[in-house]
């Protein structure tokens, strides 16, 4: 007799890196449940879009990522989750083939509803995300191809910054419990992860909707006790909620990756008050120059937005002039994108497309510099980097990335130093990159 043919499902992620824990979940769910996953573009029974939302490029991406699966298998059922589901509902039911729209509170039932989608119809499955109280653990055990493990202890954000969705995507700020954080920390470091990133979407919020008293500072101290030969990086953390102490475990403690992604958005005061962040450029410029001070060559990185509302020439020459001034690692920069619901859709003058990408060029290519002077700082020294698992398909070279978040490519026939931590000889640095050799040979 034959065997039931497994049903082949495809998913796709876009956006942050808790995007990406949640596919990681959904995917060993279906794993478990004897569906069998293979890549995005080939062909599949099931597909499935995990979307973002953050700018309108992203909603285009996720439109697209859909008309692909169609084009792909005309018969295929394709799911569309995440933020951008959850957002605009309405807008994916008319795109043809879409079958089932889950919103992100009800992403980890997706599995048990694939069985049940009727091809000829559009379902849709979104709550008031407002209405979400509780933290939606989505347990995963292993990433596939990854050497380091991603762990979500947080989800949404009471901010309401001007020019941001995301809140209206997420709902308010809902931590993981402590004790699912070490429990699932203790687990990844059984399984002989070696880095674990710490994230969320807005990660400083962790533990304030607890009703045991915490604060990621205690975590990160709890995590300490609990520490194997694992290290411990975190995602984006906003300025305010860099506190002394925090500064000072990342200082002091080993374990800790010695990064910091900060966001800045930019660097002229009332645009920073439009904005509605809680900080100004002298703040943040005291805060950068404590942390370069108490912990010895970290590596900083910047978000910074161009083209917001009423940035003219002096505010954006106010940024450029932070940013040119701070010992920051490298830049992520984005132009603005207007986006329904949020409040900097009433902001004007608005600022044309052309200057946004002018401006933006002119800052990646001051990140450019940063990379290189901070780079050059570690030419010709040791450092110890987290061999990945897959090789640089360029060069047959070994990749990794040391814990202040230098990227190596490393000469070695040692197979088995994929998956461990080696001291490494930064030879020479070209291209974005160091290359290297391992110091013992």
Same mark, same amino acid.
């Given at each position: 007799?034959?065997?039931?043919?497994?049903?082949?499902?495809?998913?796709?992620?876009?956006?942050?890196?808790?995007?990406?824990?949640?596919?990681?979940?959904?995917?060993?769910?279906?794993?478990?449940?004897?569906?069998?996953?293979?890549?995005?573009?080939?062909?599949?029974?099931?597909?499935?879009?995990?979307?973002?939302?953050?700018?309108?490029?992203?909603?285009?991406?996720?439109? =697209?990522? !859909?008309?692909?699966?169609?084009? #792909? %298998?005309?018969?295929?059922?394709?799911? +569309? $989750?995440?933020?951008?589901?959850? *957002?605009?509902?309405?807008?994916?039911?008319?795109?043809?083939?879409?079958?089932?729209?889950?919103?992100?509170? =009800?992403? !980890?039932?997706?599995?048990?509803? #694939? %069985?049940?989608?009727?091809?000829?119809? +559009? $379902?849709?499955?979104?709550?008031? *995300?407002?209405?979400?109280?509780?933290?939606?653990?989505?347990?995963?055990?292993?990433?596939?191809?990854?050497?380091?493990?991603?762990?979500?202890?947080?989800?949404?954000?009471?901010?309401?910054?001007?020019?941001?969705?995301?809140?209206?995507?997420?709902?308010?700020?809902?931590?993981?419990?402590?004790?699912?954080?070490?429990?699932?920390?203790?687990?990844?470091?059984?399984?002989?992860?070696?880095?674990?990133?710490?994230?969320?979407?807005?990660?400083?919020?962790?533990?304030?909707?607890?009703?045991?008293?915490?604060?990621?500072?205690?975590?990160?101290?709890?995590?300490?006790?609990?520490?194997?030969?694992?290290?411990?990086?975190?995602?984006?953390?906003?300025?305010?909620?860099?506190?002394?102490?925090?500064?000072?475990?990342?200082?002091?403690?080993?374990?800790?990756?010695?990064?910091?992604?900060?966001?800045?958005?930019?660097?002229?005061?009332?645009?920073?008050?439009?904005?509605?962040?809680?900080?100004?450029?002298?703040?943040?410029?005291?805060?950068?120059?404590?942390?370069?001070?108490?912990?010895?060559?970290?590596?900083?990185?910047?978000?910074?937005?161009?083209?917001?509302?009423?940035?003219?020439?002096?505010?954006?020459?106010?940024?450029?002039?932070?940013?040119?001034?701070?010992?920051?690692?490298?830049?992520?920069?984005?132009?603005?994108?207007?986006?329904?619901?949020?409040?900097?859709?009433?902001?004007?003058?608005?600022?044309?497309?052309?200057?946004?990408?002018?401006?933006?060029?002119?800052?990646?290519?001051?990140?450019?510099?940063?990379?290189?002077?901070?780079?050059?700082?570690?030419?010709?020294?040791?450092?110890?980097?987290?061999?990945?698992?897959?090789?640089?398909?360029?060069?047959?070279?070994?990749?990794?990335?040391?814990?202040?978040?230098?990227?190596?490519?490393?000469?070695?026939?040692?197979?088995?130093?994929?998956?461990?931590?080696?001291?490494?000889?930064?030879?020479?640095?070209?291209?974005?990159?160091?290359?290297?050799?391992?110091?013992?040979?």
């Amino acid at each position: 007799m034959q065997s039931e043919q497994k049903i082949k499902v495809a998913l796709a992620t876009l956006g942050c890196k808790v995007n990406y824990c949640e596919s990681a979940a959904l995917d060993e769910d279906f794993r478990n449940n004897n569906f069998l996953s293979v890549p995005f573009n080939s062909f599949a029974d099931v597909y499935i879009i995990n979307t973002c939302t953050v700018t309108a490029y992203s909603d285009y991406q996720s439109r =697209q990522l !859909i008309r692909r699966a169609k084009k #792909i %298998n005309r018969m295929a059922k394709i799911i +569309v $989750t995440g933020c951008y589901a959850q *957002i605009a509902p309405g807008d994916i039911s008319r795109i043809e083939g879409v079958n089932l729209i889950v919103g992100n509170s =009800q992403k !980890i039932i997706i599995p048990q509803y #694939i %069985n049940n989608i009727q091809n000829n119809s +559009v $379902t849709v499955m979104v709550d008031d *995300i407002f209405a979400q109280k509780e933290f939606c653990y989505m347990p995963v055990s292993r990433f596939t191809e990854r050497t380091r493990a991603f762990l979500k202890i947080q989800d949404g954000c009471n901010s309401l910054c001007s020019y941001c969705i995301i809140p209206f995507a997420r709902g308010r700020s809902r931590s993981m419990s402590l004790d699912k954080v070490i429990s699932a920390v203790t687990q990844f470091i059984q399984q002989h992860y070696l880095e674990i990133v710490l994230t969320g979407i807005h990660l400083g919020y962790y533990g304030q909707d607890l009703s045991f008293q915490s604060n990621l500072t205690y975590l990160l101290k709890r995590l300490i006790d609990i520490n194997g030969n694992a290290r411990f990086r975190l995602s984006s953390i906003e300025p305010r909620e860099i506190t002394d102490e925090l500064i000072n475990i990342i200082s002091e403690e080993k374990s800790f990756c010695r990064h910091l992604h900060i966001p800045l958005q930019s660097g002229d005061d009332n645009i920073l008050a439009s904005m509605n962040r809680d900080y100004d450029s002298h703040f943040y410029r005291q805060l950068i120059e404590k942390i370069m001070d108490k912990i010895e060559d970290i590596a900083i990185g910047v978000d910074v937005m161009v083209g917001f509302p009423g940035e003219g020439t002096a505010q954006f020459n106010n940024t450029f002039k932070l940013l040119s001034d701070l010992p920051v690692a490298y830049l992520h920069v984005f132009p603005y994108s207007e986006r329904p619901h949020t409040a900097a859709q009433k902001i004007y003058p608005k600022v044309p497309d052309k200057t946004k990408k002018e401006r933006a060029a002119t800052l990646r290519n001051l990140s450019l510099l940063k990379r290189e002077k901070f780079a050059s700082r570690f030419l010709g020294k040791k450092l110890k980097v987290l061999v990945e698992q897959s090789k640089d398909k360029k060069t047959g070279f070994f990749k990794g990335f040391s814990d202040n978040y230098l990227p190596f490519l490393i000469q070695s026939k040692n197979n088995s130093i994929a998956n461990t931590i080696v001291e490494v000889h930064a030879e020479k640095f070209a291209d974005g990159k160091f290359y290297g050799k391992i110091s013992n040979g």
